[in-house]
DNA sequence: GGGAACTAGTACGATGATCGAACCAGGTTA
DNA sequence: TAACCTGGTTCGATCATCGTACTAGTTCCC
C-alpha cells in the first residue's frame, strides 16, 4: 500500500474505483433508510444486492461479495429474520438451498433500482453519453480479467 | 439494494466498480504478504494507504476512508506499535498530529508501488492504450462529483 | 455398485473492525 | 473572557469476519 498520491489526478486507480463505489453504495444505503428499509446494515445490504431474480446459491453469493460462507450465512441469517429474504431447497441439488428474496426483500428492491437509476443518470449528465459509454466498456472488459467469480 | 443483474453487461455501476477495485486491493495485499509484510491487516493497509508523503491528519484519514475517527484511530494505534507509522505533532496547530510512515512503512511502500504499476500495466494491456486512457479520464472526473474528501 | 473424494452448508469460538457517547485540550470568535 | 468549535482519545457494545471442524448430499472411478 502507501502511494501517497504526489498529484491529485496520478491516485492510483484503486483509489479512484473507490471513491465512486462507495459514493454509489451510500446513497443507496441512505435512499432505503429514508424509505423505512433502516433494519440492516451495509454488510447485510452487500448480500442482497447480489441475489438473482431465481435465488442464488449461498455459496455464490460468498464468492461473489468475497467473503467466507461462513459469513454470507451468517448475514443471510440476520437478514431471514428480519423478512428480506428466505430460504429456499435447490430443486437440482439437495445439499444446496436458494437464497430468494422475500416480502419486505422484494419491497426495497424497486426503491434501491430507483437510487441506482438516479445515480446513474447524475453521473451521465455530468460526464456526457460518450464518455459514460466509454467508462461502462472499460470496466465491463476489466471485469474479464479481474473478476473471479464471472 | 438488489439490481438482480438481468445480463452480464448490465451490472449496475456499483458492482462494476468494485469488481476491480477488489482485484487491486488482493493483489497489493498478496504481494505485500508474500514479501514479508504479512503483519497487518486489510482495514490497516487501507489507512496507511492514504498517508501522503508529509504525513496526515487522523481526521483526514477516517474522512478519506469513510471511516469514524475511533476507527481510524484504533487502527493507527496498531501500525504504531508493529511499526509501520508514527505520530508526529502537528507544527501548525498543537491538537493535532500528523500520522506519518515510519521505518517498516517507508519499507513495504516500494513494494506496493511495483504492484500497482504491474496491475495497472496488466490492464492497460488488456484495454489499450486509448480505452485505458478513457476511464482514468472518467474516473477521474467522476470524482468531483463523488468525492466528499478531494 | 460402492467406497473415495469432493461440494453445499452449518456450528462454534475467537478476533477484528466499527460505531456512539462522552470527554479533554487547543483554537477561534465575538 | 466566555461560548463555541475542532482534533483526537477512551470506553464499551455490537457487528463482521475468519479458521477449524462437522454433517449431509454428490460425483467419480475402479
Not at 15 to 30: T, V, W
Not at 68 to 81: G, P, Y
Request: charged fraction near 30%; avoid cysteine.
Amino acid at each position: 500500500m502507501a502511494d501517497p498520491a504526489p498529484k491529485p489526478d496520478e491516485l492510483n486507480l484503486g483509489l479512484l474505483l473507490f471513491i465512486p463505489y462507495r459514493a454509489m453504495e451510500n446513497r443507496i444505503f441512505a435512499a432505503l433508510a429514508r424509505a423505512g428499509f433502516d433494519d440492516f446494515t451495509l454488510a447485510q445490504a452487500r448480500m442482497m444486492q447480489r441475489i438473482g431474480p431465481d435465488g442464488t446459491r449461498l455459496t455464490d453469493l460468498a464468492e461473489s461479495a468475497q467473503v467466507t460462507k461462513q459469513t454470507a450465512s451468517h448475514l443471510v441469517d440476520q437478514l431471514e429474520r428480519t423478512g428480506y429474504v428466505r430460504r429456499t431447497p435447490d430443486p437440482t441439488d439437495a445439499r444446496a438451498r436458494l437464497v430468494r428474496l422475500a416480502d419486505r426483500g422484494t419491497a426495497a428492491q424497486p426503491v434501491a433500482a430507483a437510487v441506482v437509476a438516479e445515480v446513474e443518470a447524475e453521473w451521465r449528465a455530468h460526464l456526457g453519453d460518450r464518455r459514460w459509454g466509454q467508462l461502462r466498456a472499460a470496466l465491463t472488459d476489466l471485469r474479464e480479467i479481474t473478476d473471479p467469480y464471472r
